[in-house]
């Protein structure tokens, strides 16, 4: 591992935290001052750092450049756009576009809801997979020899009363999902929250990503939330047919 890359990286990473000084960073990094100045001011000419003030270094354009840049390269996020968006017009409620990467849910797209309690979620936030709707649905989209190794290398953190602590639970839970079509986050992740998702699926019938309404509990009770499946499950397979979608698998299509 490259030394001088390991310290950029952790540079930036104590910067996504906010503004700090030079002496800062460098007990962060756990080296003197002047190595940090001068990994500094390269980062700082390429734009991925910028100072603000004569004391303070804060992340520069050229991060959000690059994750812009990263985002829009996801196919799936571009053709959704237009489903998801007017899912959650129709709804109000905040609408999550999430993958599976290293492991865990990453959000990479993210409509929020027009009632005023706010979602902790962000673009580029990573959650669990074992107790988050679009997690469930991603990890049900594996084949059974995957699914049960995923689940057989998760940690099960308990996050609420409701959050599934097992392997053997999860993959119970993940085999209804694959039934029907649709899963449930039952307050499970957070515990005044709670959300549906259902999948995104590409050319082949590939599971590509999965799309979530999630509801804070004091405005819409469980009953009300699941009543919301059919809308949801309209919108995911609208956004799948502008992934290139035909309603059927490779196989079917005789590939």
């Known amino acids: 591992m490259s030394q001088s890359l390991d310290r950029a990286l952790t540079l930036l990473t104590g910067l996504a935290k906010g503004a700090k000084t030079l002496d800062q960073l460098a007990e962060e990094v756990g080296v003197h001052k002047s190595t940090v100045l001068r990994l500094l001011r390269t980062l ?57 990467e290293d492991g ?40 059974p020899n995957r699914r049960a190794e995923v689940a057989e290398g998760l940690d099960y953190v308990r996050l609420t009363g409701n959050t599934i602590t097992n392997a053997a639970d999860y993959l119970t839970e993940l085999n209804r999902v694959a039934e029907r079509g649709y899963a449930v986050d039952n307050a499970e992740h957070e515990d005044f ?11 082949g019938g590939e599971v590509l990503a999965a799309v979530s309404l999630s509801v ?29 979608w035909t309603g059927k698998t490779g196989r079917e299509r005789g590939n």
């Open 216 to 244: 804070p509990k004091i405005l819409l009770d469980f009953d009300g939330l699941l009543a919301l499946v059919p809308e949801l499950v309209a919108a995911a397979e609208e956004a799948s047919v502008h992934s290139g």
């Open 104 to 143: 865990e849910v990453v959000y990479i797209d993210k409509y929020e809801g027009r009632h005023s309690v706010r979602m902790y979620s962000r673009v580029g936030k990573r959650a669990p997979l074992h107790c988050t709707a679009v997690g469930k649905v991603l990890v049900s989209a594996l084949s």
């Open 193 to 203: 929250i709670h959300c549906v998702a259902a999948p995104i699926r590409g050319a």
């Open 44 to 100: 700082e000419a390429h734009h991925f750092v910028r100072r603000e003030s004569t004391r303070y270094y804060r992340l520069g354009s050229a991060l959000f450049d690059l994750a812009n840049q990263a985002l829009e390269d996801r196919d799936v996020r571009r053709s959704s756009e237009a489903a998801l968006s007017a899912l959650n017009e129709r709804t109000g409620h905040t609408v999550h576009l999430a993958s599976y």
